[in-house]
């Protein structure tokens, strides 16, 4: 059985920094792209970032580009998202989705965390 | 960047009936679109991929169909536990983005 949970989020100050990770299970972690979803409560979702299975491919959004870091450890079937100078419109849930192939192109989120939820607040 | 545009944003159906959500994206995708559902406090749970193909374990009620801009999901005969939200999301090119979501509720 697939699992994917997140952990990390919680409350921190604007222009503070959080590391969430993903530990799963269930499925050969390195096969498969991953990616992080967020949604601000009551609003819709929002991509945010994603990481080729080997490691090598990352992306990110805009909102986020040189302010948060995609990484993985196929080791340890764990990913990471490490977020720095956090503001106040990055207060969402936090999800982490893993792909069904392990490119980035064309991928789809096959299964998802629960969530964790971030709150940037002074 | 590719927008992704649903209509409608919201909706009231009946169970029974028979329901058209569309997604428009702002440019070409070929065929990498994925439908999502989510319910209230729970996470998105994929439906429908490229963009005809049922996830497994979904009913057979759903489906999905387009290419390039246009593209459907219909549920052909509503059930209470399809009330829920319904995203777009575009694997084209990245940022992977998502339509803004309809809802649909119970008339």
């Known amino acids: 059985e697939v699992q994917l949970l997140e952990s990390g989020g919680g409350l921190v100050q604007p222009g503070g920094s959080l590391r969430l990770s993903c530990a799963a299970s269930g499925f050969t972690f390195s096969d498969y792209a991953m990616s992080w979803v967020r949604q601000t409560p009551g609003k819709g979702l929002e991509w945010v970032s994603v990481?080729?299975?080997?490691?090598?491919?990352?992306y990110y959004a805009d909102s986020v580009k040189g302010r948060f870091t995609i990484s993985r450890d196929n080791s340890k079937n764990t990913l990471y998202l490490q977020m720095k100078s956090l503001r106040a419109d990055d207060t969402a849930v936090y999800y982490c989705a893993k792909g069904h192939r392990v490119v980035v192109a064309g991928t789809n989120l096959d299964y998802w965390g629960q969530g964790t939820l971030v709150t940037v607040s002074s | 960047d590719i927008q992704m545009t649903q209509s409608p944003s919201s909706l009231s159906a009946s169970v029974g009936d028979r329901v058209t959500i569309t997604c428009r994206a702002s440019?070409?995708?070929?065929?990498?679109l994925n439908w999502y559902q989510q319910k209230p406090g729970k996470a998105p749970k994929l439906l429908i991929y490229?963009?005809?193909s049922l996830q497994s374990g979904v009913p057979s009620r759903f489906s999905g169909s387009g290419s390039e801009t246009d593209f459907t999901l219909t549920i052909s005969s509503l059930q209470r536990e399809d009330f829920a939200t319904y995203y777009c999301?575009?694997?084209?090119?990245?940022?992977?983005?998502f339509g803004q979501g309809t809802k649909l509720e119970i008339k």
């Open positions: 490229a963009p005809s």
């Open positions: 999301q575009q694997s084209y090119t990245t940022p992977h983005t």
């Open positions: 990481i080729s299975g080997g490691g090598g491919s990352t």
């Open positions: 440019q070409t995708i070929n065929i990498y």
